[in-house]
């Protein structure tokens, strides 16, 4: 029986350290993009503060990501994704607004970016909604985030049901795909007042012009944090996690070309946060025999 007992602990004892071996080696991507990021703006002479609140965003990013769980279909999908419509209306009569572009959301001295914090997530929950649900979801948020105007949302939410549709090859993806062309669209056709803010957007132009080996490390740790949670999943499981990647994906590719927010890499909580939320979500843990 002692030998039985220890055999048992044994297997316990390995299977908990291969997940947490796991789940850390998903993490290293977020974890190495975020301190590069803030080791940077130590270097180049950010506020203290941009750095301090990024690094206690990595902290809380990695708690979501570990201890939340995908929900399971039913309500807890239906109840998150009515949560995070109900914020994306919330910031068309919000005060936290600069130039009259309402995107944020106010909570004590923090401005938090809707887009950023809620839509990988919710992308990542679309395939597990009925399909009516998932197209009215799409129709609204590419609704509001082209009356903000938001034109880095729309075209992160474009990514995301583009992975979507080729995935699922269904007339109601390709249908929520059309939807988000044309709100993309539109934003490109409206004006964006506002104006870039150091180590918020245009991050690897600054600092290229800082010290170009910074903004190959940035640009390096960048696409680590979009591909190393894909580790040890199957494809099966990887349609939901794909889509909240390309969606983060759409965020940087955009803030490549325009003054949007640089995720991970930049200040700002919202994108440090809403990564973990869509990868505590979307990855599907790997329990093994």
Not at 23 to 37: D, E, K
Not at 45 to 67: T, Y
């Amino acid at each position: 029986k002692r030998s039985r007992k220890r055999r048992w602990r044994y297997r316990a004892s390995r299977f908990i350290c291969s997940v947490m071996a796991s789940q850390l080696i998903r993490l290293s991507g977020l974890a190495f993009a975020v301190l590069m990021g803030c080791i940077y703006m130590l270097s180049a002479g950010a506020p203290r503060e941009f750095w301090i609140i990024n690094g206690a965003a990595l902290a809380c990013a990695i708690g979501l990501s570990v201890f939340l769980k995908r929900l399971d279909r039913g309500f807890g999908v239906v109840a998150f994704t009515g949560f995070a419509l109900a914020l994306f209306a919330a910031t068309l009569f919000s005060d936290a607004e600069i130039d009259g572009i309402h995107r944020w959301i106010a909570v004590g001295p923090v401005r938090l970016h809707v887009g950023l914090l809620l839509l990988p997530a919710t992308i990542s929950l679309l395939p597990d909604l009925r399909r009516e649900l998932a197209l009215l979801t799409v129709i609204a948020i590419s609704l509001i985030v082209s009356l903000q105007p938001d034109r880095a949302s729309a075209f992160a939410l474009l990514s995301g049901v583009f992975v979507l549709a080729i995935a699922k090859r269904d007339k109601w993806y390709v249908g929520m795909l059309a939807i988000t062309v044309i709100g993309f669209s539109w934003t490109l056709s409206q004006i964006d007042p506002l104006q870039p803010v150091r180590f918020v957007e245009y991050v690897i132009r600054d600092a290229w012009e800082f010290h170009p080996s910074a903004a190959v490390i940035l640009a390096v740790s960048l696409i680590l944090a979009l591909v190393m949670p894909l580790f040890g999943l199957n494809s099966r499981n990887q349609i939901p996690l794909i889509a909240s990647l390309a969606t983060i994906g759409g965020f940087v590719i955009i803030s490549l070309f325009g003054p949007y927010p640089m995720p991970l890499i930049g200040y700002g909580v919202s994108a440090i946060v809403g990564y973990g939320l869509a990868l505590g979500f979307s990855a599907v843990r790997e329990t093994g025999a």
